[in-house]
């Protein structure tokens, strides 16, 4: 009979006579019932059922669960405790079905208590049992994870964590991917069973945790991002995974957790992160996010390893918004960075119409003014007395070590050495340097280009950088062409023309500042290609270059680029106008203020505006036609 037929609807008397039934049999018959039933008698039934609440019915309930109307599961959903005793019976006694149903169950029901069950469902003889066991304990994590923290709730997750724990030791026997990516959701509970080699099963686990995490976009993911580092052979495989993700979920997650950066070394190794694809495009993916995320997410964007070039242009951005607590955390992030583009935008924060904001500009700003020597200054130290005086102004040894570990320090001294005196004074400095220079390590490669930038040392190293600009890691080219740029001539100009053609933007932008300062007035002919350049900061910057060149190409190029249909690059050209003060292309500014599809555009035009009404008298800019 089909469920429509009228004839299989039981009346009230045979529902009453069931009641009265004290015979499992009946339970029996009415679990069999349901499979002929519409969706108002199985409701009637199903009440009927666990009314009487016989173990016989409980089960018949369970082994049918998965065929019920998608309407009457949630009565068997929202029945009392007992409920979680036949789930129990069924999954021990059951055939396929019945051991199923119940792992269906407890996933629905979200029977924390139960998750022991799951566990031993992994190793299963059956394929269909093993897949929802799999699939239950993925659930569970996930939505005990999502949950706020609660105390009440200390027995559940531990019955959660040792099942979970359970499954993880059986990862040889099942290999379902599903574990791992529940067990990292709770990586501050079971962080030695993923981390620590047991039983010879380090290899496997290493791979599915990074299948796992290249694959998933869960932001309960980002606690395990921040362990991960601490360890070799996640390490690499995290942060390429970090580098290329696009979802904002993730980074939700990752700014929300930002206080694990803090902890240990994961501070340094979050150094290791030089590029997010997430924000390749601009802030505007990060300011999308809840408010309260705004601030957190620049503090976290700054801790990490990004390119100067890449991070000031991201903070420019955030300037440009209508964020109080992001313009904040930008501040203090120009306040940590002592180059003059960082100086640039202080000043632009010092204007802004957020008061706390303003007031670390103006204070950081008014400390730097007092200075008492330019950072540029060269002064031989001939006397022991000065060497003395400049080791202890800088918290020194006179030792290659010292110099090394205090490299940061270094890069804001006031005071530099002559490449021969120092080797004089620590014979074994060049040697050790040189070493660490052309080491395999790519962190102390990027920290020798700092300490050589810091002390003036290009000519000592001439050969090494120009080497460089060959080098597999996008950074080290990118160091080693500004360092082309410092020392000149022909190799330098050689080299930073072959490197206008580079896959990463990053390192034809410095191409391009390179060309700048190495080919001097031949640079313009180089360039010209690049201001059609597909990367917004590459354009940009050859631009600007062209325009410091008086080269005739540029005023087209820029005002071409200002009506560009990408945001970006008109972000990019309205940041020539503002460096170079182009007061002669107000009325294009005006316009870009007033009528741009992108609000972000229409702000950044309307601050340079600002700057313009500000100006006492006309700043030097380049002659530009506007055609």
């Known amino acids: ?67 019920l109307p998608p309407e009457v599961r949630r009565i068997i959903e929202q029945s009392g405790p007992a409920m979680d005793e036949a789930i129990q019976r069924a999954f021990r006694n059951g055939q396929n079905e019945a051991r199923t149903g119940a792992l269906i169950l407890i996933e629905r029901r979200r029977s924390m208590r139960l998750a022991y069950l799951a566990a031993d469902g992994l190793i299963d003889r059956s394929t269909v049992v093993r897949q929802q066991a799999a699939l239950t304990l993925r659930s569970l994590a996930a939505e005990f994870a999502s949950r706020a923290p609660d105390a009440t709730q200390l027995e559940e997750r531990r019955a959660l964590v040792d099942a979970l724990r359970t499954a993880l030791d059986r990862f040889h026997a099942h290999h379902r991917t599903e574990i791992i ?46 362990e991960g580092l601490l360890y070799n052979e996640l390490r690499n495989g995290i942060i390429r995974s970090i580098e290329t993700r696009q979802d904002s979920e993730f980074f939700a997650g990752m700014i929300r957790q930002r206080w694990r950066g803090r902890i240990g070394g994961t501070r340094k190794l979050l150094k290791c992160v030089q590029r997010l694809a997430w924000l390749e495009r601009g802030i505007a993916p990060l300011l999308a996010l809840p408010e309260a995320l705004h601030g957190p997410g620049v503090e976290l964007v700054s801790e990490l390893g990004l390119p100067d070039e890449t991070l000031l242009e991201l903070l420019r951005g955030v300037l440009d918004q209508d964020a109080p607590q992001a313009v904040r955390e930008a501040a203090w992030s120009l306040v940590a960075r002592q180059t003059p583009e960082a100086r640039g935008l202080l000043r632009l924060v010092a204007e802004s119409p957020y008061a706390d904001a303003a007031r670390i500009a103006r204070f950081e700003l008014s400390r730097r003014g007092r200075s008492t020597a330019p950072a540029a200054v060269r002064r031989r130290l001939e006397s022991d007395g000065e060497w003395s005086s400049f080791l202890r102004r800088f918290g020194l040894e006179p030792a290659f070590a010292s110099f090394w570990a205090a ?9 530099r050495l002559e490449p021969a005196q120092l080797a004089r004074r620590i014979p074994d400095f060049a040697p050790e340097l040189r070493k660490r220079l052309c080491g395999s390590s790519v962190e102390d490669r990027l920290q020798a280009h700092r300490l050589i930038a810091a002390l003036s040392l290009h000519a000592l190293f001439e050969n090494e950088l120009f080497a460089q600009a060959d080098d597999p890691d996008e950074r080290v080219r990118v160091a080693a062409l500004a360092a082309a740029g410092r020392i000149g001539g022909a190799t330098a100009r050689r080299i930073s023309e072959r490197a206008l053609e580079d896959r990463s933007p990053f390192v034809r932008q410095a191409a391009v500042e ?8 031949r640079a313009a002919a180089m ?7 597909e990367s917004p900061s590459v354009r940009a910057a050859a631009i600007r270059v062209l325009l410091m060149r008086r080269a ?27 460096r170079l003060r182009l007061s002669v292309l107000e009325a294009h500014v005006t316009i870009i203020a007033g009528r741009d599809p992108d609000s972000r555009v229409r702000s950044r035009a309307a601050r340079i505006m600002q700057t313009f009404g500000r100006a006492a008298a006309p700043a030097k800019a380049a002659v530009v036609s506007a055609g």
């Open 552 to 578: 005739p190409q540029a005023a087209q190029s820029l005002l071409k680029t200002l009506r560009h249909r990408d945001p970006e690059h008109r972000m990019a050209a309205l940041s020539v106008v503002e």
């Open 527 to 533: 360039l010209e290609a690049r201001c059609e350049d």
């Open 181 to 226: 990516e529940a067990a990292m959701c709770f990586v501050d509970d079971l962080g030695s069973d993923l981390f620590e080699s047991r039983n010879g099963r380090r290899g496997m686990l290493t791979h599915a945790m990074l299948e796992v995490f290249g694959q998933s976009r869960s932001a309960a993911l980002a606690p395990f991002a921040y």
């Open 407 to 415: 490299c940061e320090r270094l890069e804001r001294a006031a005071c």
């Open 1 to 67: 009979m089909s469920r429509s037929d009228p004839g299989c609807a039981p009346c009230d008397r045979v529902l009453e006579a069931f009641r009265a039934s004290d015979a499992d049999a009946a339970d029996a018959a009415l679990a069999a019932a349901l499979d002929h039933l519409d969706e108002a008698d199985c409701e009637r039934v199903i009440a009927l059922l666990l009314e009487r609440g016989r173990a016989a019915g409980y089960e018949g309930l369970i082994e049918r669960y998965d065929r």
């Open 514 to 521: 390179a060309l700048a300062v190495a080919a001097g007035d």
